[in-house]
């Protein structure tokens, strides 16, 4: 086991690539700490499945862009478990109105759910780490915040999402020698907010992609568990999409 008893908080982890992670570093060894916003019954199933398989499980309700609650969650860890060895910030959201009708509350919510809730949780992440002299921060950021791949439907998803990348990089200075940050960017994940839209439209997105196919939940915690067990890797960012950056946007 790559991880074991290494402590692991999974943020937006009640579903989708935060629940297929959560249970792919249970299988490693880790103790994980798993971060719900509203939907306790379907994070306490998760829960239910790593301690199967043999994790030591926390279930914390946790609003990650506040930050009164990251503070909670974190000494939630603290107390139960002694110790944050890794932190993926997943928690976020693709959903905002059309660009001509937003409002700045309607950016700021986007923002809040998919940047300041990575800044917030890599703060305290990091004041423990530090103490600690050893550390992973993995930050789920996504190819529409990649240079000129934003998406115009999600103008400030793909704004944040790039926020994300650049914090990673510069934070994995600030942050430097003994603590690694890096972020992953999906692709198409076949995740549940996928589950309601037509296979018409599904398979226009796939057909962008040169594997002509959906990335998998589980393949995005593969991702972040190479990221978890790497010495030698700071600051990057791996793009997990089936090969759709390789076409021209």
Known sequence: MKLKDKVVIVTGASSGIGEATALKFAKEGANIVIDYKSDYKSAQRVADSAQKIGSNALVVQCDVSIPEDVEKMFNQALKSLGRVDILINNAGVADEPEFLKAAKEDWLKTFNNNFFGTMICSQHA?????????????????????????????????????????????????????????????????????KNVPEKIKNRYIGRTYLKRWIQPEEIGNACLYLATAEAVTGEVLIVDAGRTLIEY
């Open 126 to 194: 990091a004041r423990i780490m530090l103490k600690q002299k050893n550390g992973k921060i993995i930050n789920i950021s996504s190819i529409y915040g990649l240079e000129n791949a934003g998406k115009d439907g999600l103008i400030a998803y793909s704004a944040a999402k790039a926020a994300v990348i650049n914090f990673t990089q510069t934070l994995a200075k600030i942050l430097a020698p003994n603590i690694t940050v890096n972020a992953v960017a999906p692709g198409y994940v076949d995740t549940p907010p996928w």
